[in-house]
């Protein structure tokens, strides 16, 4: 099953993608699979999920979201809810393909895009299904657990109400490196590809701080939920995925794996792509 470059419009923009669609002429269930923060469609946990998928006979869907990669926008300027719109915009370009199952669309993403897979899912009733793996739900009490090191956090607020103040000054976007924002294990920065953005602007903090799916995840149910997360994530605290759980409505699942990490579906433990296989057989098999 090959892959084709598609293009799809969002809020004015171009947004670059590659779908891929088996053969047949029955309509196909699909999932997109969203990137993670500053990151794009090429990302080990991006390619690595679509090809399983693909293997398991779905169609799969992923982009750039705006600003990132290959598509139009502001660079380094990552707005929450304007991820959301651009998933969404995935979604109805779905819907006009002929070749895929209208109501069999579902959305998976890994860290930051899994926290834009479960605000989408939960606010938009076309999504059919959701997977978060390595997600959160509550920007602020996430970045309270990723900058954990003593005194850390205070400096993160400060950085932010200076940028405000910045912006009030001058009326230009202060500029933040992008290890200040969310801290990486230097072991793990390898899974920072090429071409992932490196300098962001404070209003990409803030609306990270700001955004909190966890308020709206009650609303997916009766549609299922799988949520991922490494026990020892040394990311995003596995408490978020757990929070997440805990407020989301039947059928949701949780899942917490030993011996992976972040970045689960571009490290070798095959036992988070099992657990999405089986799971996906059960609640959205490739034959309804």
């Known amino acids: ?12 923009l171009t947004l670059q993608g590659r779908l891929s669609v088996p053969a047949g002429e029955r309509k196909h269930p699909a999932v997109i699979i969203l990137h993670g ?45 304007e991820q959301v719109e651009d998933t969404k915009a995935a979604v109805t370009f779905l819907l006009n393909d002929p070749r895929i199952d209208p109501a069999r669309i579902a959305v998976m993403g890994s ?15 076309r999504v ?3 997977i978060s793996a390595s997600g959160w ?3 602020e009490r996430k970045f309270k657990g990723q900058h954990s090191e003593p005194g850390s956090y205070d400096r993160f607020v400060k950085m932010l109400d200076e940028a405000k103040q910045y912006a ?8 933040v490196p992008r290890y200040e924002i969310v801290p990486i294990p230097a072991g793990l920065r390898t899974h920072v590809i090429d071409k992932s953005i490196q300098t962001f602007t404070a209003d990409t903090a803030q ?23 490494s026990s020892s994530d040394s ?49 959205f098999p490739v034959r309804a």
């Not at 099953?1 to 004015?12: L, N, P, T, V, Y």
């Not at 080990?44 to 926008?73: H, I, W």
């Open 128 to 130: 059919a299904a959701v």
């Open 207 to 229: 609306s990270m701080f700001d955004f909190r799916p966890e308020d709206v995840v009650e609303r997916i149910a009766p549609r299922p939920a799988l949520f991922l997360h």
């Open 235 to 283: 990311v995003t605290p596995v408490e978020q995925s757990m929070a997440m759980w805990s407020k989301a409505g039947q059928p949701a699942e949780l899942h917490l794996f030993a011996d992976t990490d972040h970045f689960m579906f571009a490290e070798e433990n095959v036992r988070p792509r099992n657990v999405v296989a089986d799971w996906l057989g059960r609640f």
């Open 37 to 81: 923060f500053g990151s794009h469609m090429d990302a080990g946990n991006v390619r690595q999920p679509a090809a399983m998928l693909q293997k398991l006979g779905y169609a799969t869907l992923r982009f750039d979201m705006r600003g990132c990669g290959e598509s139009e926008g502001e660079r380094g300027n990552l707005i929450c809810l």
């Open 137 to 139: 739900g509550h920007g």
């Open 168 to 175: 009030a000054q001058t009326g230009q976007k202060k500029m």
């Open 111 to 125: 860290s930051f895009g899994a926290a834009v897979a479960v605000y989408t899912t939960a606010t938009d009733p």
């Open 1 to 12: 099953m090959s892959e084709q470059e598609i293009a799809f419009r969002s809020d004015g």
